[in-house]
């Protein structure tokens, strides 16, 4: 293929996606299946890396991100991100009427739209280009979130359709939908939960609401990991002088057909029954959307009444929010039952009778703590009141104290584990209750080892958590270090086991003998140490004896561990019984010291040298390969500057970074070539 016929094809492909992108994210209605999406888009992105020439930013394959933002730049606002007033019944809305028709003299029609609950955008256009999107911030400047908003497919790069205005700015509600929120922090509570956090240190970390995440995301810095989060965006305004339209249902109208995602509940409203009927139609069924909504916007449609109307220092004359209440209900508090967690933290759950909240059934309720239960004097049979507001979880917000029955008692935390007995303990400053009965309560050791024979830890999946309970129960182990004398007879009277799904797990068992020590030091289970921290560890230590003998103070001064950490490893390795267990997992042969292989890898043939790296990679993860740059004495940075030494680049590297390589006349390297360099 010459250059030409390049050109012509990338922009062939170019064409093709946008239009495939529109009918799949915008219309919803796809013509070819992501099969064949992706491997158009992998032409494209082949191609606008052998010619990168023909870089262009709005490029569908930059949908994938790539570009990194340092800092996100402050941007005024052409004119002012106003914010609605909310009302929250029938008489503010009939007050908020007579105020319009005050001032008009008639009544007009209006348009209702769902309040999508996300983040405002601005977004300028220019000859049908997406120019730049920036955040509301405090209405007057906001942040200069370009690179991020370009990922959301549904945003289009460049408009479609005829009389596209020379200049023109939208805005609208950048939204993450329920179900990516569900995924995302559902994978956050895992690698949280490896870590040992408690449900409430959890929650902490956790996102609260799609409407927080969206607003974490867009100000993430790697454009790539924006790309993955799958936002969203609906278009409830367009502004511009070229904008030639008599009403706002009108101009939406327009958007849309440029290629707009404009919500398909947007409905006009001749009076104030229609716009009743809309709120009361939606109070229920918002919660069958796949995004969350926290009300109604109302706005008058002609925008020669708008412009009559005008705006306060605050907010539009024309339009108001009419925000719907955190959906609550009462039930009665059953029982309140005690999870025991992996690191012995106590979880108390409230039992309710099953109650219909917002569109799911609730059973129960995180109770956090003691004291959670104590504040709200909550006692067994009392009538509560469960409220689902803008975040997920449901919670028991108060008790109904006129149906109390007179001869209720306070509610007694319990003193002893309910599973193993033990007298359970409270540490200095921590809301939890624990119990200390690390290596004897069965959930604690249950959960030890299955988080031992974890994917990301020793990967023993021949092992799963039914046969470690069966074999528990049997008095066959006590703990992880017995899974390495485990014998065939041992596994095969276990209900259901077979000579082959025998020999599959002691195969398991044998091969994870040659899991790395970083791996091995986060199966240990550790409070507080992830993966990335066993990683970081490992690194630091090279082996168990080195990191057991560690004092506080040469542990708190590792980059990143905490006063917190420093004292949980302490703890660990302090206990006798952990000593036995480290003892027999060295005897077996278990990995616990880093590799001379891995030290050998250390060396200075990178000095002085910078590196980029981009795109994805065969034999190494980026994260290996930033490692092994640092190990032999070299540095990783973000972009591509006259300092740069090497590009490394992988398949799908960003068509910018190769662009700026070869105009700076950077050396760019292939995996092969880097691996060579270090050998
Ligand atoms: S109109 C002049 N329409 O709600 C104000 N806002 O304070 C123009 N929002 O953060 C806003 N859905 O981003 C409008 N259909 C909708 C909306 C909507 C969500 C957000 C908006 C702003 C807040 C209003």
Known sequence: MNEEQAKKRIDELRTA???????????????????????????????????GQYADP????????????????????????????????TDELIAFHERVVKVLGIAPEYVCELKIDGVAISIHYEHGKLLQAVT??????????????????????????????EKMEVRGEIYMPITVFEALNNQLREELSDKGLTEDEMADELFKNPRNSAAGTLKLQSSKEVSKRKLDAYLYAVLGASVHAETHYESLNMARCWGFR?????????????????????EERRHQLPYDTDGIVIKVNSVAYQKQ?????????WAIAYKYKPAQVSTILLDISFQVGRTGAITPVAN?????????????????????????????????????????????????????????????????????????????????????????????????????IYRKAMNIDSLGEKTIEQLYDKGKIQSYADFYSLTYDDIIQLEGFKEKATTNI???????????????????????????????????????????????????????????????????FKNPINQVIIKRLENAGVQLSITEEETRLH????????????????????????????KNGGKNTGSISKKTSFLLAGENAGPEKLKKASDLSIAILSEDDFLNMIR
């Not at 996606?17 to 158009?40: G, M, S």
């Not at 109307?309 to 004359?317: D, H, I, N, Q, Y």
């Not at 040659?514 to 240990?524: E, G, I, S, Y």
Request: glycine share 6%; aromatic share 8%; net charge neutral.
């Open 17 to 51: 996606l946008n239009h495939h992108n529109y009918l799949y994210y915008v219309l919803n209605k796809p013509e070819i299946d992501d099969y064949l999406f992706d491997q158009l888009m992998q032409e494209l992105i082949r191609l606008e890396n052998q010619y």
């Open 58 to 89: 709005l490029s569908p394959s930059q949908r994938v991100g790539g570009e990194v933002t340092k800092k996100f730049n402050a941007v005024k606002h052409v004119s002012r991100m106003l914010s609605l007033d909310n009302i929250y019944n």
């Open 136 to 165: 509301r911030g405090d209405g007057i400047q906001g942040d200069d979130v370009t690179t991020n908003v370009k990922t959301i497919r549904s945003l289009p790069l460049r408009l479609r359709g005829n009389n596209i205005p």
């Open 262 to 282: 404009i919500n398909e509940q947007t409905r006009k409203c001749k009076n104030i029954q229609d716009i009743l009927d809309f709120i009361s139609y939606w």
């Open 309 to 317: 109307l005008g705006e306060t220092a605050k907010s539009p004359r």
């Open 352 to 452: 309710l009778k099953p109650v219909l909240l917002a569109g799911t059934t609730v059973k129960r309720a995180s109770l956090h703590n003691a004291g959670f239960i104590a504040d709200l004097d909550l006692r067994i049979g009392d009538t509560v009141w469960v409220e689902k507001g803008g975040d997920i979880i449901p919670k028991i917000t108060k008790v109904d104290m006129s149906k109390r029955d007179l001869f209720s008692s306070p509610f007694l935390f319990i003193t002893h584990c309910p599973e193993c007995h033990t007298a359970l303990i409270q540490r200095d400053g921590e809301a939890n209750h624990y119990c200390p009965n690390e290596t004897g309560c069965r959930p604690q050791i249950l959960g030890k080892m299955i988080h031992f």
């Open 506 to 572: 002691l195969t398991g068992i044998a091969h994870s003998k040659t899991v790395p020590f970083q791996r091995v030091l986060f199966a240990l289970g550790i409070r507080y140490v992830g993966e990335t921290m066993a990683r970081k560890l490992a690194q630091y230590f090279k082996n168990i004896q080195a990191l057991s003998e560690a004092s506080f103070e040469t542990l708190c001064e590792i980059d990143e561990i905490g006063e917190k950490i420093a004292e949980s490893i302490i703890l660990f």
């Open 603 to 630: 060396s200075h043939k990178l000095d002085g040298k910078t590196f980029v790296i981009s795109g994805v990679f065969n034999q190494h993860s980026r994260d290996e390969l930033k490692d092994l740059i640092v």
